[in-house]
């Protein structure tokens, strides 16, 4: 069963699946058309006399210059064979000439925010023409998804100085924007469309519970601390589960304890408690033992062991959801404080969800530029597959949720110029001394079920012994590890 939030009432309700599964038509190298390619722009034209520099300028903003420059790229070897199969042999349609089109200038928009104070002109003028080419409301995947890229470049531009607006200051600062700007209704909509869109909440939520399930079997008194418990959903249906089971001991009580922020917005501790305040009356309709408490991360949102309440007896389990696709940015700071605290506490269990890193592209912030097309080009087709016919619906989730996700991204990539989190924290664990749990067969198979109920694009693949790894075609999109610490007897 899968959790809900019915917009009217703020309440949490049980729905079952009402996912529509359609079948993929298209090849598994869809995605890999940008894999390997980054156009080169000559830097030496920006230093050569006014009227070179005008000329360059004035070949962005001429679309026949545009489709010289896509043909030659493509013809140049720097494309792989597989992008000028899937982009020229198979379908010569306008549409994926213009995807091609726009792919060019945005690559070459962030290679020159990338060149320096002499190349901003440049990245003006590109930015300018995008703006004439797409839009967030309407087009294709690739003209939506280009719009919100554009919008991220433009808001870097604006922060660097090369626009009079504040909107770009907003992003450097906070390192997403206008997340909280949406109403709440907005928000609760987006969150339901996303989850009966895709299967990336679920696959995450249900991945970690049924890895506590199984690792609390006997256990009358379970303590799960979690880093980032947003909605809470993902606690109703480990609830369920803990009630309807057939054999072992009594329904064990279950205590959470939620990190809160002092932020505004999700994560706060206004909203930790309505959480808390959902999560206590759906677990007495259902007659669940349950208990909600709160810890605060101090200003740097850092986690602090020793503020946690601990109690003799109950098997401790931390859970920690990272970047799904409406989850809030969290530093990686105050994340590695608290999976280092989680190594002092010695917990039964870890959970982590991530987004899967996979091999990094070399070339700084325009390296990253181009895998972050890659990442959310394969994760706005998933979408389509979803609600084809229901644009408005994408429309919402990728207004509320995805926009403002590339728009903080790109900000963290070009302030840190591509060397910000190169590294998964699945990596990372093993390296502080955690052990890998392995992932059940039961497991694997409930992964697999879930995402059969949406689109056949979907796969789902154990990597080691305690990593499922959920990807759309040939791109690996979030990853699911467990771990426990090295005086476990699991």
Same mark, same amino acid.
């Given at each position: 069963?899968?959790?809900?939030?019915?917009?009217?009432?703020?309440?949490?309700?049980?729905?079952?699946?009402?996912?529509?599964?359609?079948?993929? +038509?298209?090849?598994?190298?869809?995605?890999?058309?940008?894999?390997?390619?980054?156009?080169?722009?000559?830097?030496?034209?920006?230093?050569?006399d006014?009227?070179?520099?005008?000329?360059?300028?004035?070949?962005?903003?001429?679309?026949?210059?545009?489709?010289?420059?896509?043909?030659?790229?493509?013809?140049?070897?720097?494309?792989?064979?597989?992008?000028? +199969?899937?982009?020229?042999?198979?379908?010569?349609?306008?549409?994926?000439?213009?995807?091609?089109?726009?792919?060019?200038?945005?690559?070459?928009?962030?290679?020159?925010?990338?060149?320096?104070?002499?190349?901003?002109?440049?990245?003006?003028?590109?930015?300018?023409?995008?703006?004439?080419?797409?839009?967030?409301?309407?087009?294709?995947?690739?003209?939506?998804?280009a719009?919100?890229?554009?919008?991220?470049?433009?808001?870097?531009?604006?922060?660097?100085?090369?626009?009079?607006?504040?909107?770009?200051?907003?992003?450097?600062?906070?390192?997403?924007?206008?997340?909280?700007?949406?109403?709440?209704?907005?928000?609760?909509?987006?969150?339901?469309?996303?989850?009966?869109?895709?299967?990336?909440?679920?696959?995450?939520?249900?991945?970690?519970?049924?890895?506590?399930?199984?690792?609390?079997?006997?256990?009358?008194?379970?303590?799960?601390?979690?880093?980032?418990?947003m909605?809470?959903?993902?606690?109703?249906?480990?609830?369920?589960?803990?009630?309807?089971?057939?054999?072992?001991?009594?329904?064990?009580?279950?205590?959470?304890?939620?990190?809160?922020?002092?932020?505004?917005?999700?994560?706060?501790?206004w909203?930790?408690?309505?959480?808390?305040?959902?999560?206590?009356?759906?677990?007495?309709?259902?007659?669940?033992?349950?208990?909600?408490?709160?810890?605060?991360?101090?200003?740097?949102?850092?986690?602090?062991?020793?503020a946690?309440?601990?109690?003799?007896?109950?098997?401790?389990?931390?859970?920690c959801?990272?970047?799904?696709?409406?989850?809030?940015?969290?530093?990686?700071?105050?994340?590695?404080?608290?999976?280092?605290?989680?190594?002092?506490?010695?917990?039964?269990?870890?959970?982590?969800?991530?987004?899967d890193?996979?091999?990094?592209?070399?070339?700084?912030?325009?390296?990253?530029?181009?895998?972050?097309?890659?990442?959310?080009?394969?994760?706005?087709?998933?979408?389509?597959?979803?609600?084809?016919?229901?644009?408005?619906s994408?429309?919402?989730?990728?207004?509320?949720?995805?926009?403002?996700?590339?728009?903080?991204?790109?900000?963290?990539?070009?302030?840190?110029?591509g060397?910000?989190? +190169?590294?998964?924290?699945?990596?990372?664990?093993?390296?502080?001394?955690?052990?890998?749990?392995?992932?059940?067969?039961?497991?694997?198979?409930?992964?697999?079920?879930?995402?059969?109920?949406?689109?056949d694009?979907?796969?789902?693949?154990?990597?080691?012994?305690?990593?499922?790894?959920?990807?759309?075609?040939?791109?690996?999109?979030?990853?699911?590890?467990?771990?426990?610490?090295?005086?476990?007897?699991?």
């Amino acid at each position: 069963m899968a959790m809900a939030i019915d917009n009217n009432t703020y309440e949490l309700v049980l729905s079952g699946y009402s996912t529509t599964t359609t079948t993929a +038509t298209s090849d598994d190298h869809d995605h890999n058309w940008m894999k390997y390619w980054s156009p080169v722009v000559d830097w030496e034209a920006l230093s050569r006399d006014h009227n070179d520099y005008q000329d360059l300028i004035e070949s962005v903003m001429d679309d026949e210059s545009l489709d010289h420059l896509a043909r030659d790229k493509s013809n140049s070897g720097s494309v792989s064979t597989d992008t000028d +199969t899937m982009l020229v042999d198979e379908d010569a349609s306008a549409d994926n000439f213009k995807g091609l089109r726009l792919v060019h200038l945005l690559i070459a928009a962030a290679e020159a925010l990338a060149g320096g104070n002499e190349s901003r002109e440049l990245a003006r003028v590109i930015l300018v023409r995008l703006k004439e080419l797409v839009s967030p409301k309407n087009g294709t995947n690739m003209e939506r998804l280009a719009a919100y890229f554009t919008d991220a470049l433009q808001i870097l531009h604006d922060g660097l100085g090369g626009g009079s607006g504040s909107h770009g200051k907003h992003l450097i600062t906070n390192g997403f924007y206008h997340r909280y700007n949406h109403h709440q209704t907005d928000v609760l909509s987006a969150f339901q469309l996303l989850q009966d869109m895709c299967p990336y909440v679920k696959f995450g939520h249900f991945t970690a519970n049924q890895a506590i399930l199984e690792a609390v079997t006997d256990e009358n008194r379970i303590h799960i601390v979690d880093y980032d418990i947003m909605e809470g959903i993902q606690w109703a249906s480990l609830m369920q589960a803990l009630v309807s089971r057939k054999d072992g001991p009594p329904v064990p009580h279950l205590r959470i304890t939620a990190l809160t922020r002092g932020s505004n917005g999700r994560g706060s501790i206004w909203s930790v408690q309505v959480t808390g305040r959902h999560l206590i009356a759906f677990a007495a309709s259902i007659g669940q033992p349950f208990s909600f408490h709160q810890c605060r991360l101090d200003s740097g949102e850092t986690f602090k062991p020793s503020a946690l309440k601990l109690v003799k007896g109950e098997a401790l389990v931390m859970n920690c959801m990272l970047r799904l696709p409406h989850f809030c940015y969290r530093s990686p700071t105050s994340v590695a404080s608290f999976l280092s605290g989680a190594k002092i506490l010695n917990p039964m269990l870890v959970t982590l969800v991530e987004e899967d890193v996979g091999p990094r592209i070399d070339g700084g912030f325009v390296g990253r530029f181009i895998d972050s097309i890659h990442y959310y080009s394969a994760m706005y087709d998933s979408l389509e597959a979803g609600f084809p016919m229901q644009r408005g619906s994408r429309a919402l989730v990728e207004r509320v949720f995805l926009g403002p996700q590339i728009a903080g991204s790109l900000g963290r990539i070009y302030r840190s110029r591509g060397e910000e989190e +190169t590294k998964s924290w699945w990596e990372w664990m093993g390296g502080i001394g955690f052990k890998p749990v392995n992932i059940s067969s039961a497991n694997h198979c409930q992964a697999k079920l879930l995402v059969h109920l949406f689109n056949d694009g979907y796969r789902v693949e154990e990597l080691g012994s305690n990593r499922l790894v959920l990807g759309w075609k040939s791109r690996r999109l979030l990853s699911a590890s467990i771990w426990t610490s090295s005086d476990s007897n699991l």
